[in-house]
């Protein structure tokens, strides 16, 4: 039986315990909140488990063997650090590390400790982008175009990171788990509209070595919820809309044709439009599945799905993207060893 403990029980926490909780191998044994509130609340769902106000007292503990991290980003790194120096493997919440220096070294660590190193991107989970990304991978789409995606809402406004690294970092991982290949280089722009307050909008694009081309857009001032992405293939494209509560992907066999024209220099461009299928999705919830799958890999001794190089590859591009905001959307490179599968 592997034993877990998870430090922080705000947003997320909740979820993460319950799951975990719920997945078989494991053990919560106990769960780290400054929150006396909040450790007041796990002692009355989970009477079983261990509450503390201190993260030492879990990375210490030998009952525990894997740490949940899920606090804010700022503290990512220094108790991931320590977790894997103490020899226990590390699940962190998005994104892995305030920058790419940190991830890096996280990175480094868990190869020097041989430790699991697993970041949370739950959207690489569900039915709905599993299903996507065997889609794009299997050539039904055929040739792939773009992918561009509206993640907008009203609130919640953070204090420790801009709208990219809250929001952008979804379709980030999606982009990384989903798509053929990795992008090149990125161009962002975004503006704050409360003072004092981090950028609130952004709108984001990739580039890659092909034609492909990633148009993300998030905001925190939107007066309604869209979770919409529209990613296109020469040979059908695919509309995945998260706040569906059924038929979350559509594919579409619709698209362009183009032959010669009278002039050898001119194509004549025309329309087909075929049938729209909604395929069968699993409702497993994300977070058991992404739970069992940490645990399995455990294991056997192999990575995860996002294991800690794919939260490196997320941060850069979101180190890039909000350099690229503040320089008013000056395209920056990335760099390929980083990028890098």
Request: with cysteine; charged share 25%; aromatic share 6%.
């Amino acid at each position: 039986m592997l034993g877990v403990g998870v430090i922080g029980y705000g947003y997320w926490g909740p979820n993460l315990v319950r799951n975990f909780s719920d997945v078989a191998g494991c053990e919560v044994v106990s769960v780290c909140d400054l929150r006396p509130e909040r450790r007041a609340l796990v002692a009355r769902r989970h009477p079983s488990v261990i509450t503390t106000a201190d993260p030492d007292e879990i990375i210490r503990d030998p009952r525990v063997d894997a740490v949940v991290i899920a606090t804010p980003v700022s503290s990512h790194f220094e108790l991931a650090m320590r977790a894997m120096a103490a020899g226990k493997h590390v699940w962190v919440e998005k994104p892995l590390a305030l920058d790419v220096m940190q991830a890096s070294k996280l990175v480094e660590q868990a190869d020097r400790t041989g430790r699991t190193l697993h970041v949370d991107h739950t959207f690489a989970y569900t039915t709905a982008v599993r299903k996507v990304r065997e889609l794009v991978q299997g050539g039904a789409l055929g040739q792939i175009y773009y992918y561009d995606s509206v993640r907008v809402n009203l609130g919640l406004f953070q204090h420790d990171v801009d709208v990219i690294w809250d929001l952008a970092v979804h379709d980030l991982s999606i982009i990384d788990y989903v798509l053929p290949d990795k992008p090149v280089a990125v161009s962002a722009t975004g503006i704050a509209h409360v003072p004092g307050k981090p950028e609130n909008i952004a709108y984001i694009t990739l580039f890659f070595e092909s034609s492909l081309i990633a148009h993300v857009h998030v905001n925190w001032l939107a007066p309604v919820k869209l979770r919409r992405t529209l990613i296109g293939g020469d040979q059908r494209m695919v509309v995945y809309d998260d706040v569906e509560p059924s038929e979350k992907v559509k594919v579409y066999d619709k698209g362009i044709t183009t032959r010669a024209g009278a002039d050898m220099h001119q194509l004549q461009i025309g329309y087909r439009t075929g049938d729209m299928w909604a395929p069968q999705l699993d409702v497993t919830e994300a977070l058991h599945v992404e739970g069992n799958h940490f645990i399995e890999c455990i294991g056997r001794g192999v990575p995860t799905l996002t294991d800690g190089r794919a939260g490196l590859r997320v941060v850069q591009i979101l180190e890039a993207a909000s350099r690229s905001m503040r320089e008013r959307g000056r395209t920056i490179e990335l760099e390929a060893s980083r990028c890098a599968a």
